[in-house]
């Protein structure tokens, strides 16, 4: 399964959640397969998908989402650590792990030889889970106590998707609107 795939799985649950997208791919395939004003699309600012997310949590109680990629985590690192400490009751961090640097050109990351699912386990996130094990619909359904970590396996690839038509300012003031209701 590639990461649009994995998107479309994601996406088919989705209520009322607050979605930040990782950079460049994940963004534009997310927007194609489900565009919403509680989706907010990064445009740049690679590895802070998962701070930008911590921070949303901690300032309100809608549930927040975060599709990452394993590059992104890993430039970022720190980022576990912090949301594990912080302990949002609110978070759920979805790392989309294809060990590729899908956006500009399928690099591989160090994610071929590191388990980040492990290193989140090592953290102490109690809740820490395989993406084909669990029902990811029932998670979404239940009250969150403490930060929730999902590695997805994928394959490396990019969808055939257009680039997201909404401007940077457009893109903040819907999501800001829907996080202010």
Known sequence: MERYDAIKEIAKNLTDELVIAN?????????????????????????????????????????????????????????????????????????????????????????????????AKSIGFKKAFNFKDIDFKEILSEDIEEPIFIHFKINPGNADVGIIDLTPDKIKNRFKEIVNK
């Open 23 to 119: 950079i460049g791919f994940p963004s534009r395939e997310l927007y194609e397969i489900k565009d919403r004003a509680e989706n907010f699309y990064m445009l740049g600012s690679m590895g802070l998908a998962s701070s930008i997310g911590l921070g949303l949590g901690l300032s309100q109680d809608k549930k927040v989402i975060v599709l990452d990629g394993d590059g992104s985590i890993l430039m970022n690192l720190g980022s576990l650590v912090t949301i594990f400490n912080q302990n949002p009751s609110n978070f759920i961090l979805i790392a989309l792990d294809n060990s590729a640097y899908g956006s500009t050109g399928n690099q591989e990351t160090y994610c071929k030889n590191t388990d980040l699912l492990k290193i």
